[in-house]
């Protein structure tokens, strides 16, 4: 029986397969901080909930980024200050792939690696179950350290 959907629950609480992840951990190393996430979506050891406020703590190590997709420019400067300060030696942030925003324009597009994904990721819902037809692709910016 599946449970009634929280009140508070949007696309913003969709939570990344594992296998996306660990895609991205082969190639990296294990994340070390998923500065977004809830205590069952998240994809690293270490990591902040949004009654954390992971956008006003530290980052460190190799990071996993799956911002709200609703607003997700305050976590690419955030991402684009750790890695220019050193504190974080990588971000890997999942995006959609809306190329048109002034946030893809303005602090993905001259600040990271871009890498578009083939096809659609099927997100997680709050039952942790797939969310059937995600409207957009996506894609992934790589924050470097410069340090």
């Known amino acids: 029986m599946r449970t009634p959907r929280p009140p508070d629950w949007s696309s913003d609480n969709w939570a ?3 296998e996306i992840v660990d895609e991205y951990a ?24 949004k009654a954390d406020n992971g956008l006003a703590r530290r980052w460190f190590g190799r990071v996993w980024l799956n911002p709200p997709y609703s607003n997700p420019a305050p976590w690419l400067w955030k991402a684009i200050h750790e890695t220019r300060r050193g504190r974080a030696s990588v971000v890997v942030a999942l995006l959609p792939s809306t190329i048109d925003t002034a946030w893809f ?3 993905v597009l001259p600040k990271a690696e871009v ?7 099927q997100f997680l819902g709050w039952e942790g179950t797939p969310i059937p037809s995600p409207r957009t692709g996506n894609l992934i910016a790589i924050y470097r350290s410069t340090r």
């Open 105 to 107: 324009h303005d602090l």
């Open 16 to 18: 990344t397969p594992v």
């Open 26 to 49: 082969q190639e990296f190393g294990p994340f070390d901080l998923d500065p977004c996430a809830t205590s069952t979506s998240a994809k690293a050891p270490r990591f902040f909930t």
């Open 115 to 121: 890498r578009f994904r083939r096809g659609r990721i």
